[in-house]
DNA sequence: CTGTTAGCGCCTTCAT
DNA sequence: ATGAAGGCGCTAACAG
């Protein structure tokens, strides 16, 4: 109907074809305030009849909003991340956005590049899950950028720029203390990626702990995400004199590699060894024995993020600047799923 | 540096603070061609004090590219998705090109309106996962569309347009075999939304096979995600007269939750009844016991997809239009993963 | 209520 | 090698 040779319908097509102005015609197309409802209707039947369709490129020239915000985090395929994402463009197409996507792997060039590529398509806003919380380089764009950021998962230090997080320490906290409370006295903390703030901080928590009850600190930040190598390091740490009787993983993948060596190890969790995660998993209840996690709000963080940022976009510039948004973060509270590799409900009859 | 105040910076800015004509700074910008060395280094250096960001929507009025694909999947969440869209994302990066991202959730009117909105922002491509294959609204939306189309997963019947696809016949039709070999006679077919191209596809397998094998069609597609149905349901098969010896089930989730179901129900796998499911996933293996899966080739087919959306697009209008695309879908195969589920392995020594 | 007009920032002839 | 000028499609002032 409007494919083959014709050019692009403008708006000017569709106001000589409705035998009205321009400006009417754009009225229409706009809600059709001041527009008579006869001449609404012929505008209306004109854009049907021709396969009309804004051109987003040229409102966006006037100066108008795009309409678009962008989401830079460290992979998509990442399930914590693909949750987040999904609730956030829940929440942007209720302010009839769309989401342009953009992955830093938690590599900073990459990062960098790619936010430059998300700059250029001019969104409203950015959401950002910064590969490190701490680098200068992002605090100065930040610092120089105009358009409203919301940082989701983990903060960018020093840069007064509003984040949603978990509470990352204190679950740790938790998890660690309810490790204590079940006897364990040597407890690995096992991960990968030190340098990331979430990690950090969930580190920060179990030192705490331990260093409160005088345990001696057991830590191995080496795991990588492959499963062999997690073979190897657990059966270090097991052959040792004083091998650790739980293991408090850091993260998601950590987690399942860490289960996954100690099946093959054939070491029996939670008996010989108990396991407590960070980070819930799809499966994580199926597994046997089902593990014992602490659990994220992933769609709150998702969803508040965008919340947060179309907030900012939508106050619009006169207001006061009084009502400035708290740069405190958001922090929502993570839970304890307890289920049986802690050495929970050891006692009840089934599985 | 740039932010407070100041207006964004324009061409004009930069070509004045340089002391040139705008179009001199319009040429340094594209490359530099036809722009003495001198003058060049002199518009650079404003652009990097000014931080200059040329306007990506005035280069789009102009008639240019908008450098973004559209992409409209059911879901971003869920992992099959997730793994392609970020195979295709990483092709779009290498042709200087974004993602916008909508989602479709299966649903037809969700998904004609996300991509409305998303034909708004202009995107040169679209990459659809459609949700009704057959569904008319969506072939003479492609019908009519100028911007190319790559659907992927899933084609979308009668509209000749290129499409990625893995066989779901056949590997559904060998895995059913599979099941046979075994010994199984009455295999239940397990799953839901019956009205799914892929789900139809891999039923159809399933029928042939059974069917050449004068054996009983078993077939409920009425599970849903919700875990306690399954219960249900499942208790309900295995409590008839003649229960099924195996279950092939349609798609991930079903496998997921028949799996959960049978563990609930203290059904022996594969010893009461055997499970084979389509589509593998990350646990799939650190089950037990481990799943036998029908694997499909997930990053293949969405960079594929790119691919070809991408060949279309920087095919330049003028060349041959003999060179034109073929219409035949492009298929990958699917792999079938053997483990213990099936009844695989069983002589094995360990696991 | 409606039409006319002036740009938004950029690229691209066309002169110089 | 460079500059001036027009127009991409649209909206927001301003006239009528």
Request: charged fraction near 20%.
């Amino acid at each position: 109907m409007k494919k083959s040779g014709s050019h692009p319908i403008t708006l000017a097509d569709v106001a000589s074809t409705a035998g009205v102005g321009i400006a009417t015609a754009s009225r229409a197309v706009n809600g059709g305030t001041n527009v008579s409802p006869r001449t609404l209707k012929r505008v209306q039947a004109a854009i049907r009849q021709l396969g009309y369709l804004p051109n987003h490129a040229a409102r966006i020239l006037k100066g108008g909003r795009t309409k678009t915000v962008g989401l830079l985090m460290p992979s998509i395929a990442d399930s914590f991340f693909a949750s987040c994402a999904e609730a956030a463009g829940e929440i942007a197409r209720l302010h009839d956005s769309l989401l342009i996507v953009a992955v830093s792997n938690n590599d900073r060039d990459t990062e960098m590049g790619n936010l430059a590529a998300l700059m250029r398509h001019r969104p409203d806003g950015l959401l950002i899950v910064p590969s490190d919380c701490a680098a200068k380089h992002l605090v100065s764009f930040v610092r120089s950028s105009a358009v409203p950021i919301v940082t989701f998962d983990r903060p960018i230090l020093g840069s007064g720029c509003p984040s949603v997080l978990t509470d990352n320490f204190e679950a740790a906290r938790t998890a660690t203390v309810h490790l204590l409370e079940h006897g364990y006295k040597r407890i690995l903390c096992l991960g990968g990626e030190p340098d990331l703030f979430t990690i950090r901080e969930r580190l920060r928590g179990y030192r705490h702990v331990m260093e409160s009850a005088k345990l001696p600190l057991l830590i191995d930040t080496t795991l990588s995400g492959n499963a062999n190598s997690a073979v190897s390091t657990l059966a270090r740490h097991l052959a040792g004199r004083r091998p650790p009787d739980a293991i408090f993983t850091l993260k998601n993948s950590a987690t399942i590699v860490a289960f996954q060596a100690l099946q093959r190890l054939k070491v029996s969790i939670p008996s010989d060894v108990a396991l407590l995660g960070f980070d819930d998993f799809e499966l994580a209840s199926t597994l046997r024995p089902a593990i014992s996690v602490v659990q994220q709000p992933l769609e709150n963080v998702g969803r508040k993020a965008a919340e947060l940022l179309f907030a900012q976009l939508d106050r619009t510039p006169g207001s006061a600047p009084s009502s400035k948004l708290s740069i405190e973060p958001v922090v929502f509270a993570n839970r304890l799923v307890l289920r049986r590799s802690c050495g929970c409900k050891m006692r009840a009859g089934s599985l």
